[in-house]
């Protein structure tokens, strides 16, 4: 059966606007391009799943065709849902333990400085080139010792005592990987005199979606709609996140994509720096000392989306000290787990190679990102650290070294 | 989030007028669904080209002069003829400065060869397309060599060999065509009928095969002083790759529009939205404008896709959101409407009056002069009657023009574009 209302790929005029800007169709030519993946070939799909053409696999779901489409096609969507509409399932124990980061994050950072030292291993890392194919080259986020929800614990009650309040989906990366960067986001909503609420949540799903695990992935989405709507709703607050992907994923891929019904939570979500600027505006503006920093700034794809970059640019230019190059937009390559894969890597590192390039000519001492993919694909491709804006407005705050 | 203006579409129009308001110190933002009509056309700026009845305007600034007075709803007349020649200069000079030099025929139009090889009339193009060693060459009546890249099927030179040869001004001169071969035409990952003009342009701007491009371009060319090709430069080097070019192989370079994409068409593109990032400008690309909230005849911010409930704010807006085509304007069974806003439209009440029964009438399409009302300032009026006095209309949205017949879609758009500048400007002071 067709839905009816699933026919976006019927207002496409065929001009191959979206194939100009697609950034994997540009590094290789096995894509053959959002146009020709998406909508060309979903008529042919929906008549018969055998005419699916495998080369589709090749999209990132950077949505970069659909920001430039001028039809409004939802052409990054169509290809993601075909993944799991009309493959068939092979299980891939690389895929499934991708996709799990919050069943990976739980196991390792019991014993972080064990996985941390036997991940960098030559046997692990031939073990995982081999039979894993997960590419030698590819160099691993670190995980922490415990996970910030465990840190939470022990600072809920200042945060409560505030009197307005956030509620905070701080995702795995941070849990697991990067507790540092959510207690900066303490930090800075803090010194707005904002609390901190950090409530029930799984994994948003993005590596879910993307690795084809759908049915995992709306049961995690149902789950933090239910969650966060009921925590806000609560403490009459609205909810940020500090990942441009989460945030894209809990606002748009749910509807969109997953099909799920997130009004509950769609108008008082904000991906972190909304809700800082919409408070600058406002004349909030906390204290901040100099922080003297060579910096250029990259925008991730997911943040281009939702059309947030222009809230992480003002917020980053009320900074005093930071002297900011803004980079032209260009994908990193990375796209959450898929310069993870070993039959994408290459094209992964071609497609930031464009941005990888000009970071080096804008000759900066640091990088600010949004995204925690963004940061690792660049920290490993370039000499340069990655830092996340909030982590930059946390240092002017509180006056520590960057 | 508050800014002094909030563009709606950002096309030639919304960003000609972004551009003179941030340069002027104005706090803008663009939004754009998606990517403008600049993809599709030729990447000349037509000014005016024809009376109607295929009669060419040569002289369109003294043209305008008496056809302003018997046209006054004409966007045009609303600007002025003197106030649409400052507007394309100060265009031609913001380009400029992005590196794209625009040709001019002095005050005369001049014609560049379309895709199918008939010439059109248009005021500025790209140096790779008109300029001085071009028209004395022509002048000079010499052999023309038509060029095309195996494979690419988005141009057919012996289509436009017999379409020129048609024309009486090439009838006394020589034109000849040609193959060249992409050195990665073998590959076989691709097939090379999937090439198009971005692909070609791509491996161009690699430069690795300059040489060996410049080796072939001489021995299909033959003894022709031109060799037209299909756009193919690229969009960011195409200076630098034309120059090289033309000394390697000692010939005129000249570059045919193609099917879209358009590579001459987006070269401007880029250009416009580099100039205003320069000045400051942002641009919210990928999102539509949904609605807005108006009181007491003033639209006070909009609302948009993805913002949901966060809504833009700003002292004037600018509608700059195009025709049928870029969504600008929706046609439904029996009425043609503004989807955004609900503004007054001018539009037959009558369906079959809507279009001629030809495909590709003479005079043009009467759906092409609808568009959205407004008075001389460009304010529309809602459905119900308010005039919103802060909210202007420019470009392809507006009625009482036909482009296609008059040759005139650039112009009005960079005319309306900078005339609101100047009216939000002047109303701040
Ligand atoms: C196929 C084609 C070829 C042409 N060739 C030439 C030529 O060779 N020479 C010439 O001089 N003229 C040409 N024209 C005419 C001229 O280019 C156009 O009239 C002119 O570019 C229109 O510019 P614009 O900015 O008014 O609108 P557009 O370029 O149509 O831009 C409108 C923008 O608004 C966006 N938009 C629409 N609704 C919304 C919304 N609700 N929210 C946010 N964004 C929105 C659209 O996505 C689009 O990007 C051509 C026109 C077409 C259609
Ligand atoms: S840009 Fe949109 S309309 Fe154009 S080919 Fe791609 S999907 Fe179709
Ligand atoms: S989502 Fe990105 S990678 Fe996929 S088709 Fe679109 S532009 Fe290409």
Redesign the interface.
Same mark, same amino acid.
């Given at each position: 059966m067709i839905k009816l209302e699933n026919i976006s790929f019927d207002h496409c005029i065929k001009c191959t606007v979206c194939t100009i800007y697609c950034p994997v169709a540009r590094a290789t030519h096995h894509f053959p391009g959002p146009k020709q993946s998406g909508p060309d070939m979903e008529r042919l799909r929906i008549k018969s799943p055998g005419l699916l053409d495998d080369s589709l696999k090749y999209c990132t779901n950077c949505k970069r065709c659909e920001i430039a489409c001028p039809s409004n096609v939802k052409i990054a969507d169509l290809i993601q849902s075909s993944k799991w509409r009309y493959f068939r399932k092979a299980f891939r124990v690389r895929d499934f333990f991708l996709a799990r980061t919050d069943l990976m994050g739980g196991v390792a950072t019991r014993a972080s400085f064990l996985v941390n030292f036997f991940i960098k291993l030559f046997p692990v890392k031939f073990f995982l080139d081999r039979f894993m194919k997960i590419p030698s080259e590819r160099r691993f986020p670190r995980y922490a010792q415990g996970t910030f929800r465990a840190w939470y614990k022990k600072h809920r009650k200042e945060q409560e005592a505030f009197a307005e309040k956030a509620v905070y989906f701080h995702g795995c990366y941070v849990n697991y990987n990067n507790h540092d960067l959510g207690k900066d986001v303490v930090t800075v909503l803090n010194a707005m005199n904002v609390g901190v609420i950090v409530t029930d949540e799984k994994c948003c799903g993005v590596p879910l979606i993307a690795n084809g695990y759908i049915d995992k992935a709306r049961k995690n989405a149902l789950f933090n709609i239910e969650s966060l709507a009921r925590s806000a709703s609560e403490s009459g607050a609205r909810i940020v996140s500090a990942s441009s992907s989460c945030s894209f994923a809990l606002k748009h891929e749910y509807p969109n994509l997953l099909e799920l019904d997130n009004s509950a939570i769609f108008d008082g979500l904000d991906y972190i720096t909304r809700f800082i600027h919409e408070r600058f505006e406002k004349g909030n503006v906390p204290a901040m000392g100099p922080v003297p920093v060579r910096a250029a700034y990259h925008s991730p794809c997911h943040l281009e989306r939702m059309g947030g970059v222009m809230n992480t640019i003002e917020v980053l230019k009320k900074i005093p000290g930071l002297e900011l190059t803004i980079l032209h937009s260009e994908c990193c390559g990375i796209a959450g787990t898929y310069g993870f894969k070993k039959e994408y890597y290459k094209v992964a590192q071609k497609v930031g190679d464009e941005l990888f390039k000009r970071i080096e000519r804008a000759n900066p001492e640091i990088v600010i990102t949004d995204c925690e993919t963004c940061k690792w694909q660049i920290e490993m491709s370039t000499p340069y650290r990655v830092e996340h804006p909030v982590t930059v407005l946390a240092r002017a705050i509180d006056g520590k070294k960057l | @989030?508050?800014y002094d203006c909030v563009i709606i579409g950002g096309g030639l129009s919304g960003l000609t007028c972004g551009i003179r308001l941030a340069e002027k110190g104005a706090r803008c &933002?663009v939004?754009s !669904?998606? @990517?403008?009509a600049l993809? *599709?056309s030729s990447g000349s700026i037509d000014l005016f080209g024809n009376e109607g009845e295929g009669k060419i305007v040569f002289r369109p600034f003294e043209y305008l002069e008496k056809f302003i007075g018997s046209n006054p709803l004409h966007p045009y007349a609303r600007c002025g003829s003197s106030r649409v020649r400052e507007a394309l200069f100060y265009f031609r000079d913001q380009l400029d400065l992005e590196d794209i030099d625009l040709y001019n025929n002095d005050d005369a139009n001049h014609f560049h060869v379309t895709t199918l090889g008939t010439l059109k009339p248009t005021f500025f193009s790209q140096r790779s397309v008109f300029n001085e060693k071009i028209r004395l060459a022509f002048e000079k009546k010499s052999k023309i060599a038509a060029l095309n890249f195996e494979g690419y099927r988005d141009f057919y030179p012996e289509l436009a060999v017999i379409n020129l040869k048609r024309n009486v001004l090439f009838r006394n001169i020589e034109i000849s065509s040609g193959k060249i071969l992409y050195p990665d035409y073998g590959?076989p990952?691709?097939n090379p009928f999937?090439y198009?003009s971005?692909d070609i342009a791509?491996i161009f701007d690699t430069e690795r095969y300059l040489e060996d491009l410049a080796a072939q371009i001489r021995t299909a060319a033959g003894d022709a002083a031109f060799a037209a090709m299909p756009a193919f430069l690229g969009i960011t080097n195409f200076k630098r790759h034309h120059q090289l070019l033309q000394q390697l192989t000692g010939l005129l370079i000249y570059e045919i529009p193609t099917l879209?994409?358009s590579i001459l068409g @987006?070269r401007i593109d880029n250009a416009l939205k580099s100039r205003f &990032?320069a000045l400051g400008g942002?641009y919210?690309? $990928?999102? !539509?404008v949904r609605g807005g909230t108006i009181a007491g005849g003033r639209l006070e911010s909009v609302f !948009?896709e993805? $913002? $949901?409930?966060?809504a833009l704010y700003a002292g004037s807006f600018v509608l700059a959101s195009g025709s049928f *085509?870029? $969504?600008g304007l929706v046609s439904e069974f029996s009425r043609v409407r503004e989807p955004v806003f609900g503004l007054r439209v001018y539009s037959h009440a009558e369906r079959s009056k809507w279009h001629a029964q030809e495909f590709f009438p003479r005079n043009g399409h009467p759906f092409l002069e609808f568009g959205v009302e407004t008075d001389e300032r460009f304010n529309p009026l809602t459905d119900d009657g308010q005039r919103l006095g802060n909210l202007y209309c420019t470009g392809a949205l507006l009625p009482h023009y036909n482009p296609i017949r008059e040759g005139s879609g650039g112009g009005v758009a960079v005319s309306t574009g900078y005339r609101a500048a100047e009216l939000i400007l002047a109303g701040n002071r």
């Open positions: - | @989030m508050r &933002a939004i !669904t998606g @990517m403008s993809h *599709f590959d990952q691709r999937e198009r971005i791509r879209p994409p @987006m &990032a942002v919210i690309a $990928g999102d !539509t !948009t993805n $913002g $949901g409930s966060s *085509f870029s $969504g």
